[in-house]
Nanobody, 116 residues
Framework: QVQLVESGGGLVQPGGSLRLSCAAS????????MAWYRQAPGKQRELVAS???????NYVDIVKGRFTISKDNAKKTVYLQMNTLKPEDTAVYYC??????????WGQGTQVTVSS
């Protein structure tokens, strides 16, 4: 069974940084589009950033210049480096792996709280 395990969340002050990790197992990692989504209380889940199998990245406008998505195919791990964090970045962050309609998997989520 496919597993995606996120780590790296926590409490950070505004302006601080965190790096999230998502370790995948039992998938052909290199062909999947990996993505980070987030869901704040009372809001819909939204796409934050994605990276294709070929390494093409995409970001939602509100995180451009602050967040960086990357991956290590050998480790089957995708990362989200988050800098200059703001209170509005507070959310549960989810890792997603997708390679088609029938190949769409989610992690359990990791809480990120930005507060002084």
């Amino acid at each position: 069974q496919v597993q995606l395990v996120e780590s790296g969340g926590g409490l950070v002050q505004p302006g601080g940084s965190l790096r999230l990790s998502c370790a995948a197992s039992r998938i052909m990692f290199s062909i999947y589009t990996m993505a980070w989504y987030r869901q704040a209380p009372g809001k819909q889940r939204e796409l934050v950033a994605s990276i294709t199998g070929g390494g093409t990245t995409n970001y939602v406008d509100i995180v451009k210049g602050r967040f960086t998505i990357s991956k290590d195919n050998a480790k089957k791990t995708v990362y989200l480096q988050m800098n200059t964090l703001k209170p509005e970045d507070t959310a549960v962050y989810y890792c997603n792996a997708r390679a088609g309609i029938n190949f769409d998997f989610w992690g359990q989520g990791t809480q990120v709280t930005v507060s002084s």
